[in-house]
């Protein structure tokens, strides 16, 4: 039996080579949103932390210079919490976009993927049909070999 050959070979190493590079980009940015997501998580703890820690020090009684300096600690980190958190959001965004990518990519690979198997499918039947073909040849030849000797 000869080798299937599928002529579209090249364009499904191709297709599979895309669809890895955006496996790759589409994983950079999973890291990256999870990355920024602690960060977000740690400051938060931070601004626990300092908030805990600046009441119990006013309980105490502190003076206005650093009871000043725990407020704009404070303040400057509800800021970088809110512009991690919109970083986050435009993170998820290109995640998102990134998926979508993936997915396009993987179908195009796929739709190659058929065709070959379709095509595969159609060559083993082809090679089966003629197979068959010659085996009923001989065995009509052989029959009429026995039928011509018994004559």
Do not use: C, W
């Amino acid at each position: 039996m000869k080798k299937f050959d599928f002529r579209l070979q090249p364009v499904l190493k191709y297709r599979e080579h895309l669809e890895n590079i955006a496996k790759q980009e589409y994983f950079q940015a999973s890291m990256d949103v999870k990355a920024v997501h602690e960060m977000i998580l740690q400051m938060e703890q931070t601004f626990r932390i300092m908030a805990d820690k600046a009441e119990q020090e006013t309980v105490k009684g502190v003076s206005a210079l650093l009871f000043r300096q725990y407020n704009d600690y404070l303040d400057s980190l509800e800021s970088d919490i809110a512009l991690k958190r919109k970083e986050h959001e435009q993170l998820q965004r290109i995640l998102a976009v990134k998926q979508q990518a993936l997915t396009k990519k993987s179908v195009e690979r796929k739709v190659i993927e058929r065709l070959k198997e379709k095509r595969r499918g159609e060559y083993v039947e082809k090679f089966q049909a003629e197979e068959q073909k010659r085996a009923d040849d001989m065995s009509s030849l052989k029959k009429a070999r026995d039928v011509s000797e018994n004559a």
